[in-house]
């Protein structure tokens, strides 16, 4: 015990001396000088004065002043974006299916044998979605049947809401929307669902729209990135509307291919929708950093989340046995990129010489882990099935309390795609868990295969905690989760 104590206060300490390491040359200089002024007295340091060339001066505040421009170049060279607000799809009592009902249904079809209803069965036990999930109204007719003009039905219903939630809390005129980005993999009908938001909202004739397809349950972050990226070149104030969500109700799958029968259990209908600016004015969260990772090059990655025919025809999406693995090597990858940008530097030294250690070694010694729970207070991991939430704290050693939102979230919406992260931060704005100063990062994974993260600060509280966490939040977190490790 005693041991431990002590390599936890010399592990402090190092923190403090490294990442304060300015500071800490700075004071010893100080303290040099302080100390060599007392020797010398005071007309000894006046001749010393005296004896510096004029030139010399001139030269090292010449260099000052170049230093602090460069400073001040970069700090504020880039213009910084802004979260104004966001808001998530409020679901209607009548799309909620427990888990019978989900299981009668599959009964009803018949193109379902008996051994593809009992496997869905199984994987909805152990999936960690619970008893109050959300399917859209096309699935919860006997038998149920999906048409493209459902598939649209339901994105006017979540796209549309969620919309109107969003501008009923920032208190925005839709006219001065500049920049609307839209994500959806699967569902791309036209006229896009960018040009759907266009009409429906009568926005100007010069608004810039992108849509988004086939990246994935990821996209949502993609498009936060492809919104900023468009709000800097845009003029000053400018205003950007992100939507994120994923339409089920045309691509459930009716064959008998186990790895394409997954997807029917997990996905649930949601979406988001976020309002972007470069005004900090009302706005709640700023925009640290965003760091995307692919590794689309490796036939394994590619192939291992795609949409494809099976042996009778019939389309569906296969998500291979690999999934995982894959997920967490390119979790991997995209920690390197963002490590760099939001660890204290006493982490990634750390970690710099845990590496050389092992190498130094030739053992198969555990890497350095590090706590990235120093660089956030809040983690938003996409909440794409329970083996991927859990495979994600076993490799940043979060504790439970860390992956809470994620496992919520799915027990409560299940995997929503794009959007299940702002779901996320709605439960952690419901347990009014977020303040003034919090980093949060937003971690999302998508077909390709792709790892793409978002760091945010909070830089004002909410105070408007209405969403679709109200009515259920009081019976929230539910369940124990261990992970084994």
């Known amino acids: 015990m005693n041991s431990l104590l002590s390599l936890k206060l010399l592990k402090y300490v190092f923190q403090l001396v490294v990442n304060n390491f300015v500071v800490t040359v700075a004071a010893l200089f100080a303290t040099i000088l302080l100390r060599k002024g007392a020797q010398l007295g005071p007309?000894?340091?006046?001749?010393?004065?005296?004896?510096?060339?004029?030139?010399?001066?001139?030269?090292?505040?010449?260099?000052?002043?170049?230093?602090?421009?460069?400073?001040?170049?970069?700090?504020?060279?880039?213009?910084?974006?802004?979260?104004?607000?966001?808001?998530?799809?409020?679901?209607?009592?009548?799309?909620?299916?427990?888990?019978?009902?989900?299981?009668?249904?599959?009964?009803?079809?018949?193109?379902?044998?008996?051994?593809?209803?009992?496997?869905?069965?199984?994987?909805?036990?152990?999936?960690?979605?619970?008893?109050?999930?959300?399917?859209?109204?096309?699935t919860h007719y006997i038998p149920?049947?999906?048409?493209?003009?459902?598939?649209?039905?339901?994105?006017?219903?979540?796209?549309?809401?969620?919309?109107?939630?969003?501008?009923?809390?920032?208190?925005?005129?839709?006219?001065?929307?500049?920049?609307?980005?839209?994500?959806?993999?699967?569902?791309?009908p036209v006229p896009s669902l960018v040009d759907m938001i266009v009409n429906k909202y009568k926005l100007r004739g010069d608004v810039r729209n992108?849509?988004?397809?086939?990246?994935?349950?990821?996209?949502?972050?993609i498009s936060v990135e492809?919104?900023?990226?468009?709000?800097?070149?845009?003029?000053?104030?400018?205003?950007?509307?992100?939507?994120?969500?994923?339409?089920?109700?045309?691509?459930?799958?009716?064959?008998?291919?186990?790895?394409?029968?997954?997807?029917?259990?997990?996905?649930?209908?949601?979406?988001?929708?976020?309002?972007?600016?470069?005004?900090?004015?009302?706005?709640?969260?700023?925009?640290?950093?965003?760091?995307?990772?692919?590794?689309?090059?490796?036939?394994?990655?590619?192939?291992?989340?795609?949409?494809?025919?099976?042996?009778?025809?019939?389309?569906?999406?296969?998500?291979?046995?690999?999934?995982?693995?894959?997920?967490?090597?390119t979790l991997q990858a995209n920690i390197s990129a963002i490590g760099s940008l939001v660890l204290p530097f006493s982490e990634q030294l750390l970690f710099v010489l845990s590496v050389i250690v092992r190498k130094l070694?030739?053992?198969?010694i555990k890497p350095y882990v590090p706590d990235f729970r120093m660089a956030f207070e809040h983690f938003c991991i996409h909440a794409g099935g329970r083996a991927v939430i859990d495979a994600v704290q076993r490799s940043l050693c979060l504790s439970d309390e860390d992956v809470e939102p994620s496992r919520m979230t799915l027990h409560r919406f299940g995997n929503t795609s794009s959007s299940s992260i702002w779901y996320e931060l709605g439960y952690i704005d419901a347990k009014n868990r977020i303040k003034k100063g919090d980093r949060v990062w937003m971690i999302g994974f998508g077909s390709g295969f792709k790892c793409n993260s978002v760091v945010w600060k909070c830089i004002q509280s909410a105070s408007n905690l209405d969403g679709p966490w109200a009515d259920c939040i009081h019976r929230y977190p539910v369940g124990t989760y261990k992970v084994a490790k």
Not at 294 to 317: F, R
């Open 361 to 364: 070694l030739k053992r198969r």
């Open 43 to 138: 007309a000894e340091i006046l001749i010393w004065l005296h004896a510096v060339r004029h030139a010399h001066l001139f030269l090292l505040t010449f260099l000052l002043s170049i230093g602090l421009g460069i400073l001040v170049y970069f700090m504020y060279a880039s213009r910084r974006v802004y979260l104004v607000d966001y808001a998530c799809f409020r679901h209607t009592a009548n799309c909620r299916v427990s888990m019978a009902s989900f299981i009668e249904h599959l009964h009803h079809m018949p193109s379902l044998d008996d051994n593809s209803i009992h496997f869905m069965t199984r994987m909805l036990e152990h999936s960690g979605i619970g008893d109050q999930s959300y399917l859209p109204n096309s």
């Open 210 to 221: 992108i849509h988004i397809a086939g990246m994935g349950c990821s996209a949502g972050l």
């Open 226 to 329: 492809v919104a900023k990226n468009l709000l800097r070149s845009a003029p000053r104030n400018a205003h950007a509307l992100v939507v994120s969500t994923e339409i089920i109700s045309l691509f459930f799958y009716s064959g008998r291919n186990r790895a394409m029968l997954l997807p029917n259990v997990l996905f649930r209908i949601g979406g988001a929708a976020m309002l972007l600016s470069t005004s900090k004015s009302m706005s709640r969260f700023k925009l640290m950093h965003t760091a995307r990772t692919t590794t689309a090059a490796q036939d394994k990655s590619y192939q291992c989340a795609s949409q494809e025919e099976d042996d009778t025809g019939e389309i569906g999406v296969n998500l291979s046995k690999d999934l995982v693995i894959v997920a967490g090597d």
């Open 144 to 188: 149920p049947f999906h048409t493209f003009n459902d598939a649209r039905s339901e994105a006017e219903q979540v796209i549309f809401s969620s919309i109107d939630d969003l501008f009923a809390k920032t208190c925005i005129n839709p006219k001065t929307i500049d920049i609307v980005v839209t994500n959806c993999s699967a569902f791309n």
